[in-house]
């Protein structure tokens, strides 16, 4: 009886001490899961405060930066649920960062955020560094997590050995657990920044899909394209070549003041006419290209009792003018010769002599449109 008490007695004791180590297993694994959510936490602030702690790092010459604290990571809406301030053993998370690497500047676009969140604490067990332990909270919290063991506490090892960091804890005590993004980038180092803080390392492939509402672009090389449409200025320091045709609007008139001189532009009433803009006696105004006068026709007089000339069609608003030049003539005893002309455009030229009487001639009668 005393055999199967004392053997009922031990079967207890097993069972209790795998209870205890079951939900010491769980423990540990669920703090482990809490470091990650912080870890994670942390990768999402740093990048979006990158250009915060960009500036603070030029602005201030030192490579440390400021870091958040667990209450902020939940207040700024990092972390969805408040986090004690530390591990259920004791002692408190400590977060550290710093801008690497060394002699980094915000102009070369090589500057990252390097971030280390650990344990203030060892984990202990029954008063003793635990780091059979803190191996399982390590793997808990994934690949970002490493913790302190013998033979040399003074390193804390990475998951599979992946990497290594120097235990910040005084003393190097096994059993410190620690989570870090690397001394070599900030983890969105492949990514294009959307503050604007890191310059583009290399060029640039958007695979045939397009970019919209880009305010300005400049370019010290070549812009190729198969269209290219703006609703404002382009403005180019050296030629610019069409293959077929270029187009302008309408929004000139002759007479009509401009700003820039040698600009051009279609009239405003849809001709077709083109206009530049000149320097009129000293003052810029929308000019025709070709000048005040605007030669459209030529007639043929081949008689002084009446030659009808058409009026040109004048764009923009142009006056039709006619002007007469003779070619041979008849003198009588006035020794005078008129070409005169009725009519505002169209017109009925003659040939007179002094007297206003019509004699034989030949002239041409040219007309234009003034502007």
């Avoid at 979006?48 to 939940?74: E, K, V």
């Avoid at 009487?357 to 502007?371: E, K, L, M, R, W």
Wanted: aromatic content about 8%.
């Amino acid at each position: 009886m005393a055999i199967v008490l004392l053997a009922a007695a031990i079967m207890t004791v097993v069972g209790i001490k795998q209870d205890v180590a079951k939900q010491r297993a769980g423990l540990l694994a669920a703090e482990g899961q809490s470091e990650a959510r912080i870890n994670d936490a942390l990768s999402k602030w740093s990048t979006d405060n990158y250009s915060t702690l960009l500036a603070q790092y030029t602005s201030s010459g030192s490579a440390t930066l400021t870091a958040p604290s667990i209450d902020d990571l939940h207040t700024q809406g990092y972390l969805k649920t408040a986090f004690r301030d530390g591990p259920f053993w004791g002692g408190t998370y400590q977060i550290d960062m710093t801008m690497v690497p060394a002699g980094c500047t915000a102009d070369a676009g090589n500057c990252h955020v390097s971030y280390r969140m650990y344990t203030s604490q060892p984990v202990t067990h029954y008063g003793q560094p635990d780091s059979n332990a803190a191996s399982q909270i390590a793997q808990a919290g994934g690949s970002d997590f490493g913790y302190s063991k013998l033979p040399n506490p003074a390193n804390i090892v990475g998951l599979l050995g992946k990497w290594t960091a120097v235990n910040p804890v005084g003393g190097s005590p096994v059993g410190v657990v620690l989570a870090t993004n690397g001394d070599g980038g900030d983890g969105d180092a492949i990514y294009i920044r959307r503050d604007g803080s890191l310059t583009w390392t290399g060029d640039q492939n958007v695979n045939h899909v397009s970019l919209h509402n880009v305010h300005n672009l400049d370019a010290e090389g070549t812009i190729s394209a198969a269209n290219v449409g703006a609703t404002g200025a382009i403005a180019a320091s050296g030629a610019v070549a069409a293959g077929t045709t270029v187009s302008t609007g309408a929004t000139g008139w002759p007479r009509i003041a401009c700003s820039t001189a040698n600009a051009m532009t279609g009239a405003t009433d849809n001709s077709g006419f083109m206009l530049s803009c000149q320097n009129v006696s000293g003052v810029l105004q929308w000019m025709p290209v070709g000048g005040e006068k605007q030669w459209y026709g030529y007639t043929k007089i081949l008689s002084g009792g009446g030659t009808f000339v058409p009026a040109p069609v004048c764009p923009a608003g142009g006056t039709p003018e006619i002007t007469v030049t003779g070619q041979s003539l008849y003198v009588d005893p006035t020794a005078a010769i008129n070409y005169p002309f009725s009519g505002t455009g169209p017109w009925v030229v003659y040939i007179t002599d002094g007297s206003g009487n019509v004699i034989p001639g030949t002239a041409v009668a040219s007309t234009y449109c003034a502007y």
